[in-house]
């Protein structure tokens, strides 16, 4: 048996109830009053087995399939999603591998797409920094810049220094050091800079 510690309410229309051994889990106000739920109480074997085996597993699929119509998310940030909405990381668990079996998620279909809209303007430096950050595994990266046609290092030197009208041979020190180190925050390397500056 497994007794209700606190109905914690966490919007006008959802709580999350908390169970003496430590679970957790979100419902809604008419789920609360479907199941006649209340603090102190014993949930019955049935009842808890049909929750956690029937209601919460569907529950938490459609939440992950809201999150990932709105737009396409990475495996990292939708657990994160998921975390967001108050799901403990067995149903999240569930949730990712039903999204999967699916390919709903494909952490280098994103990778790949993420780097064929920004490689004009970024280094590969900087799109495996922002890919790391939105959880990506380097490996995952490798294989999505294994599939991209990138431009070389010095076409998008070239590419910056035309969108930020720089021309080397009428700047000054000062602009050119600026210049130097915002191609070196790019995560451009300083011999292609040269090549391409001068």
């Known amino acids: 048996m497994h007794r209700i510690k606190r109905l914690e309410s966490v919007s006008a229309t959802r709580y999350l109830i908390h ?29 808890y087995r049909e929750l956690m085996e029937e209601l919460l597993p569907k529950k938490v699929c459609r939440r992950a399939m809201y999150f990932l ?3 396409d998310r990475t495996e990292f940030q939708l657990r994160r999603k998921l975390r ?13 591998d039903y999204v999967k079996s699916f390919h709903y998620i494909d952490d280098v279909r994103y990778a790949a797409a993420y780097i064929d809209y920004r490689k004009e303007s970024r280094s590969r430096l900087q799109l495996i920094n922002e ?16 599939q991209a046609d990138l431009p070389d290092e010095e076409e998008q030197i070239r590419y910056w220094q035309q969108k930020k009208r720089y021309c080397p041979e009428e700047a000054d020190r000062k602009e050119r050091e600026k210049f130097y180190q ?8 300083l011999s292609a800079i040269r090549r391409v500056l001068g």
């Open 131 to 146: 890919l790391k950050e939105k959880g990506v595994s380097r490996g995952d990266i490798e294989k999505a810049f294994e």
């Open 182 to 189: 915002f191609l070196q925050r790019k995560g451009f390397s």
């Open 69 to 71: 119509l709105k737009t």
């Open 19 to 47: 169970l003496e051994e430590g679970e957790s889990f979100p419902l809604n106000k008419t789920e609360v009053e479907h199941y006649g739920l209340r603090e102190g109480m014993f949930l019955e074997e049935g009842v």
């Open 84 to 96: 967001d909405s108050l799901y403990p990381d067995f149903l999240i668990d569930y949730a990712i």
